[in-house]
């Protein structure tokens, strides 16, 4: 199941990075391992941007390890491992991950986080059911592609019993910061 995931996510982040020069469709995923799709329809905004005074978390997602609230012109997708995908007229805004948390190495949280992205802020945050933080990361494409974007993230990394991190992901090109905050606060277990 681990190595499914960490090849998922590999994938994932090759795919993101353009590092293949191949946008990641959203049908490319394995369809037997997607055991809940919604569509969205006719969403308001063509961009994807999300103003604080129409943000509302009303669809709740809940999976057999945890359930976690998104607004509801969102749509997204779950595989069995847990994962989830968080989009905005099908493109991918964000997403969780539920991965094994190594306590014993010097920067746990730091091997978590995507190639080629670097930390431009790093806090623990209050207000949480268990130990969180709060990573915000610029991701750059490799040399290789002469691809000049940059994206930037947020990473909410909350903490179970020192043996498991949910990563709750967003970007914050597309989604506001107190949202984004909004969203990993109404993750429960």
Request: hydrophobic share 35%; aromatic share 12%.
């Given at each position: 199941?681990?190595?499914?995931?960490?090849?998922?996510?590999?994938?994932?982040?090759?795919f993101?990075?353009?590092?293949?020069?191949?946008?990641?469709?959203?049908?490319?995923?394995n369809?037997?391992?997607?055991?809940?799709?919604?569509?969205?329809?006719n969403?308001?905004?063509?961009?994807?941007?999300?103003?604080?005074?129409?943000?509302?978390?009303?669809?709740?997602?809940?999976?057999?390890?945890?359930?976690?609230?998104i607004p509801?012109?969102?749509?997204?997708?779950?595989?069995?491992?847990?994962?989830?995908y968080?989009?905005?007229?099908?493109?991918?805004?964000?997403?969780l991950?539920?991965?094994?948390?190594?306590?014993?190495?010097?920067?746990?949280?730091?091997?978590?986080?995507?190639?080629?992205?670097?930390?431009?802020?790093?806090?623990?945050?209050?207000?949480f059911?268990?130990?969180?933080h709060?990573?915000?990361?610029?991701?750059?494409?490799?040399?290789?592609?002469k691809?000049?974007?940059?994206?930037?993230?947020?990473?909410?990394?909350?903490?179970?019993?020192?043996?498991?991190?949910?990563?709750?992901?967003?970007?914050?090109?597309?989604i506001?910061?107190?949202?984004?905050?909004?969203?990993?606060?109404?993750?429960r277990?």
């Amino acid at each position: 199941m681990r190595k499914i995931l960490l090849i998922l996510c590999i994938c994932y982040t090759c795919f993101q990075l353009g590092a293949c020069k191949v946008k990641f469709p959203n049908d490319a995923l394995n369809q037997e391992q997607i055991t809940n799709t919604q569509d969205e329809e006719n969403s308001n905004n063509k961009k994807g941007n999300i103003e604080q005074s129409d943000f509302n978390i009303e669809q709740e997602i809940r999976t057999p390890y945890y359930s976690i609230s998104i607004p509801e012109d969102w749509s997204y997708k779950e595989l069995e491992t847990g994962t989830l995908y968080f989009m905005i007229e099908n493109e991918e805004v964000g997403g969780l991950y539920i991965q094994s948390y190594y306590s014993d190495n010097s920067d746990p949280l730091k091997r978590l986080l995507p190639n080629h992205s670097e930390i431009i802020e790093s806090k623990k945050l209050d207000g949480f059911f268990t130990e969180a933080h709060k990573i915000k990361i610029i991701i750059s494409p490799p040399a290789a592609s002469k691809d000049i974007r940059t994206e930037n993230w947020t990473y909410i990394f909350l903490i179970k019993d020192k043996t498991t991190v949910y990563e709750v992901f967003l970007n914050t090109d597309l989604i506001d910061e107190n949202d984004i905050l909004t969203i990993a606060k109404s993750f429960r277990l």
